[in-house]
């Protein structure tokens, strides 16, 4: 079966640095993506991962390894705006290839 | 703006009632999706349409109807909803289903309550 983990909520201090964690068991593996959801609003695609290591984009980094089921969401240099709710997802390599399995979510809250 | 929109972005509904959500992506997509968002709960896969044919029904009930007319538009149609229906239900679109790595795009969704 699939799996993700991730915490419920994080907070952290506008200008820090804070890593979100995605932990993940599945039967196969086809990358892993990071979503970003404000409140009432569409989620947004952050980044997908396919091999290991990091990837960076302006203040957000994703990274992966696939020997552990791990991935992780490194934001930078924080600001308000980015208290959000941060999905996890991986495709499905069960009955259903190319179907996303979401996390619940880690939700983020950036104290001035 | 990702280019999906949704229709209406609020509902209120009694469990006698009749309605409909509409989807609508200008990416040029063939594949569209539905998705349930219930508090403290990961997205859920409703169903999936790829060149407006349904691929997928993730053992929705059958108070759930989706109708795809065209590759741009997607409805689910609502009937005799019960109020654990009440959730976000959001819209997705991506370039097509062969590819499981395509990114997925989503509308902003509709809040559904149900009383």
């Known amino acids: 079966g699939q799996n993700i983990d991730q915490p419920t909520e994080m907070t952290a201090t506008e200008g820090a640095i804070v890593q979100i964690n995605c932990t993940y068991q599945?039967?196969?593996?086809?990358?892993l993506f990071w979503y970003q959801q404000h409140a009432g609003e569409a989620p947004t695609f952050l980044s997908y991962n396919v091999l290991d290591g990091l990837e960076e984009k302006g203040r957000f980094s994703s990274f992966l390894s696939r020997s552990k089921g791990y991935s992780y969401l490194l934001l930078k240099e924080l600001q308000m705006k980015d208290s959000a709710s941060y999905l996890c997802a991986v495709p499905n390599y069960g009955g259903s290839q190319g179907n996303l399995i979401f996390g619940k979510g880690t939700k983020l809250s950036v104290k001035p | 703006e990702t280019g999906v929109t949704q229709t209406p972005r609020h509902l209120v509904m009694g469990m006698t009632n009749k309605k409909s959500l509409k989807c609508e992506q200008h990416l040029g997509h063939n594949a569209m999706y539905w998705y349930k968002q219930s508090a403290k709960k990961p997205l859920e896969l409703m169903f999936v349409?790829?060149?407006?044919?349904?691929?997928e029904n993730n053992s929705v009930p059958s108070r759930f109807s989706p109708e795809c007319p065209n590759s741009s538009h997607l409805f689910l149609h609502l009937h005799t909803l019960q109020p654990e229906d009440s959730a976000l239900y959001l819209c997705?679109?991506?370039?097509?289903?062969?590819?499981?790595?395509?990114?997925?795009?989503f509308g902003p969704g509709t809040r559904l309550t149900v009383l």
């Open positions: 599945t039967s196969g593996f086809n990358g």
């Open positions: 997705a679109s991506s370039q097509d289903r062969r590819g499981s790595t395509d990114t997925q795009y």
């Open positions: 349409y790829n060149f407006k044919e349904q691929t």
